[in-house]
């Protein structure tokens, strides 16, 4: 299994270089059953190797970076992979905004009604912003996407920037768009009771078998 997780992990840390979403610094995770499996975060994901793929343990962290992984593991369940990156319109975003509010039905169904910023990479703060939320921006950083798998993260990561891309676009001509709260959380539920459901389900088994 852990040979799989690996080949899978440098399968999105190629993709997320060709997205032009990361950049020296940003790390990707998955969760195994004792702890988890990430990169180091000393190489740009285009040159990350099986040798850069390091398991640490539960309560074995090797810095904050490594910590704040564990930590998000430890307290959400219902995810098994983390993506830290730095997308270029995410980025602005988390400048200058405290939320960004999803422009797009993909991001009111993945990632949650808004992607709202936080202050900091402190586990305490990056947990309670990412209550109910698949993701979160970083005050002068950059942008944490999850999911149940590295497909599901990755897409996150992908929809997050689309639709700051939307956001920043839109508030430029003078007319922000954004979808309703109802709407968007009506969206989100359904997507995570049904659409996604077997999907992501299918995925894990894979990995596992």
Known sequence: MIDKLKLQILEFCKAMEEDKLVELGDTMSVRTDNGMLITSPLKPMAQITEEDIIYIAKKD??????ALHLAIYGAREDINAIIMNHAP????????CKKMPACLDDMAQIIGPTAKVSPSYKATDVLKTMHNRNACLIRNGGVIATGRTLDEAHTGSLVLEKGALTYVGSTVLGNSVKIGLFDAILMRTIYKLKYSKKDQAAKQAEIKG
């Open 61 to 66: 962290a090797k810095d904050e970076l490594s």
């Open 89 to 96: 319109f995410c980025v602005g975003i988390a400048k200058k």
